[in-house]
Nanobody, 128 residues
Framework: VQLQASGGGSVQAGGSLRLSCAGS????????MGWFRQAFKNAREFVAA????????YYGASALGRFTISRENAKNTVYLQMNNLKPEDTAVYFC??????????????????????WGQGTLVTVSS
């Protein structure tokens, strides 16, 4: 699976951005997708994930109520709509595919270990 993230940029606090992640390869396979972010010198943090059907979504604490994950399987694309952005949201955002692991709905805490393929990241900068 190859993943290409896009949509990052610079925005003022309170603004919005929509990230996209286009996937290719393993057509016909079903897998969950997710977004993580990594700020300077910090560990990679779980943001959101979505099941293949889109019927189940999962959010990290920082994303609840402000971010929405969605997907269009016909386009092999997953989105992250980010609203009411804050300076602390500044990070490189990575999309990832969970191909081989368990159903994300069965795990206690979603981590990077549950994802097998990663995109290159897109930078989001939020200024105050």
């Amino acid at each position: 699976v190859q993943l290409q993230a896009s949509g990052g940029g610079s925005v003022q606090a309170g603004g919005s951005l929509r990230l996209s992640c286009a996937g290719s390869g393993r057509t016909g396979s079903s897998y969950s997708m997710g977004w993580f972010r990594q700020a300077f010198k910090n560990a990679r943090e779980f943001v959101a994930a979505i099941s293949w059907s889109g019927s189940s979504t999962y959010y990290g604490a920082s994303a609840l109520g402000r971010f929405t994950i969605s997907r269009e399987n016909a386009k092999n694309t997953v989105y992250l709509q980010m609203n009411n952005l804050k300076p602390e949201d500044t990070a490189v955002y990575f999309c990832a595919a969970a191909v081989y692991g368990p159903d994300l709905g069965t795990v206690a805490t979603i981590t990077t270990a549950h994802f097998d393929y990663w995109g290159q990241g897109t930078l989001v900068t939020v200024s105050s």
